[in-house]
């Protein structure tokens, strides 16, 4: 069997797994290629489920033919030997490529050290100009050949969503945590099995507490595809809508998670959704309360896919469609409730983050992780276009800006014979620096 990967400049990746055929035919070869020969070929063909490039569509097949190595290295022929054809839904092909091999093969454990530099010397800069070359031919296409661009869209189910971000991994253990506390109230017994995106850890089955042995629980499935429905979960109000907005009524092309037995998710959802809403704590210090209402203020409706739905307004998926609001999303006051002295669920995110840091954090430290955190990615969303790193950008320009500012005041004359007003202007400038952290990490 031979394991085909497929990347995209997006970051996500698609596995295909393809079975040698043993008699394979010219058949399966397009018009002026020839088969690999004298040796057994991997041939297949498969739906395109996977966006590579934007000039192409999601639609069409692929079809592959390929040398078995290890079969052509035992009878003498060329080793490398790939022919992949892309069709269109038509049935038209595409595009036609090949990679083969024209000379013998090395050996990397017999390669001398005079071979090794003449290969690296040959090859080392084709990593360097891939994306020089793929920006010249996308521009060649885009503004010679007017191709229209198929903008990306969310992965499918058998695919693997992008790389992860920092704050995604954070937000990823709170989701996590309230998921346990879902599973814990709900209405009946559930057993749900959770799949976290792409390099974020393996399955998880949470069953809620208490079930007897002659109790069959209601099965839930939930997979998340993307990263990025960590992010934009916290947009939502109520946690209905979110499930309802990021799956069950989404096109495939912006669907960032699926749900396997949908019919059972009103059943963690009863409670924490009901007619009378998730109360908001009150309990919070002044600089707490303040930071809290920021983070409401902020909040708005998640940024549109890259493939919108015209027909519902993303200002009206934030909340459900009726008049209840809430002073704080579910999962803030979850949170807010659950991350002051309380332990069980807090465990849940402190071992998840254990994995990134040396110390296990305290709940009430994790609250303010979860409140700092949601906080940056509503700043990003709604001032920086979605990237939070320029947030570090701009921290760097006003710590630069405060040194200038320190510079200026301490070179000047006028705090040797100023008065009270310009020696307190001073010590604001050298404390500057710390003042700047302190807001910070109010």
């Not at 295909?16 to 035919?25: D, F, R, V």
């Not at 069409?60 to 003498?76: H, I, Q």
């Not at 519902?312 to 999303?329: C, E, G, N, Q, V």
């Not at 254990?354 to 979860?370: A, E, F, G, W």
Request: glycine residues 4%; hydrophobic residues 40%.
């Amino acid at each position: 069997m031979m394991v085909l990967e497929v990347n995209n400049t997006f970051g996500e990746r698609r596995l295909y797994l393809l079975k040698a055929e043993e008699k394979a035919t010219d058949d399966s070869v397009p018009d002026g290629f020839e088969a690999p020969a004298k040796a057994t070929k991997f041939t297949n063909s498969w739906s395109k489920d996977f966006h590579v490039s934007p000039f192409n569509s999601r639609k069409g097949t692929y079809s592959l033919t390929a040398a078995d190595p290890v079969a052509a290295l035992r009878s003498g022929s060329k080793v490398l030997d790939n022919l992949v054809v892309l069709n269109s839904s038509q049935a038209h092909a595409k595009l036609v490529a090949r990679v083969y091999s024209d000379d013998d093969h090395m050996e990397p454990t017999t390669m001398s050290i005079s071979q090794t530099i003449k290969m690296l010397a040959s090859w080392f800069w084709v990593g360097f100009l891939t994306f020089p070359r793929i920006l010249t031919q996308a521009y060649k296409l885009y503004f010679k050949r007017k191709l229209h661009v198929w903008f990306r869209p969310e992965v499918l189910a058998s695919s693997i969503g992008r790389t992860h971000t920092s704050s995604e991994v954070v937000l990823e253990a709170f989701f996590l945590s309230y998921l346990s506390f879902l599973v814990d109230n709900a209405s009946e017994p559930v057993q749900l099995k959770y799949t976290p995106a792409g390099g974020l850890g393996t399955c998880i089955t949470l069953t809620t507490k208490g079930v007897e042995e002659n109790q069959a629980p209601k099965q839930l499935g939930l997979k998340v595809l993307t990263p990025a429905f960590y992010t934009r979960f916290v947009h939502y109000e109520y946690t209905s809508s979110a499930f309802l907005w990021e799956s069950l009524n989404s096109s495939p092309d912006n669907r960032t998670c699926v749900f396997e037995n949908a019919e059972n998710l009103p059943l963690i959802l009863s409670k924490i959704d009901s007619t009378t809403p998730y109360p908001a704590i009150s309990n919070l210090g002044i600089v707490d309360h303040y930071r809290w209402r920021l983070l409401q203020k902020l909040r708005s409706a998640p940024p549109p896919g890259a493939n919108p739905d015209s027909t519902t307004p993303m200002s009206d998926r934030a909340s459900k469609p009726d008049d209840r609001t809430l002073r704080f999303s579910n999962l803030d006051c979850f949170v807010q409730s659950h991350f002051a002295n309380d332990e069980k669920y807090a465990s849940v995110v402190a071992q998840r983050l254990t994995k990134s840091t040396s110390t296990m954090l305290k709940p009430i430290q994790l609250r303010r992780v979860y409140r700092n955190i949601v906080t940056k990615v509503f700043v990003a969303d709604t001032y920086l276009f979605g990237f939070e790193g320029l947030i570090s950008v701009l921290d760097v320009a006003v710590r630069a800006l405060l040194v200038v500012v320190w510079f200026k005041f301490a070179a000047s004359d006028e705090f040797v014979h100023g008065g009270i007003g310009w020696r307190l202007c001073k010590w604001v400038a050298v404390n500057s620096l710390h003042l700047w952290d302190a807001v910070k990490n109010v």
